[in-house]
């Protein structure tokens, strides 16, 4: 059975930090791309980080604030938040994918708040 399991979410005040985990079982870990998503009230999910094949990727918006990191030995994901602002209040997803040209695996946490206020 494929799971993902979120921690970490909760009231962080602007310029804290916060340390999401996903930890996983079910798949092979390895061989999928591990992301990070966030949806705010209103607005689209957006992807905010990724990591897959060795390589990390960032939306602009987090790009030297947050940190993606993954432990594959232990199937768990990590998302390092520093110096998080209001805008980043957000509900935050977990993802696992896996896409060849004809298919593609998508699993989903079931998201952590993150609060971002004074």
């Known amino acids: 059975q494929v799971q993902l399991v979120e921690s970490g979410g909760g009231l962080v005040q602007p310029g804290g930090s916060l340390r999401l985990s996903c930890a996983t079982s079910g798949f092979i870990f390895s061989s999928y791309t591990m992301s990070w998503y966030r949806q705010a009230p209103g607005k689209e999910r957006e992807l905010v980080a990724a990591?897959?094949?060795?390589?990390?990727n960032y939306a602009d918006f987090v790009k030297g604030r947050f940190t993606i990191s993954r432990d594959n030995a232990k199937n768990t994901v990590y998302l390092q938040m520093n110096i998080l602002k209001p805008e980043d209040m957000a509900v935050y997803y977990c993802?696992?994918?896996?896409?060849?040209?004809?298919?593609?695996?998508?699993?989903w946490g079931q998201g952590t708040q993150v609060t971002v206020s004074s």
């Open positions: 993802n696992a994918r896996w896409t060849t040209r004809v298919l593609q695996n998508d699993y």
């Open positions: 990591s897959g094949g060795g390589i990390s």
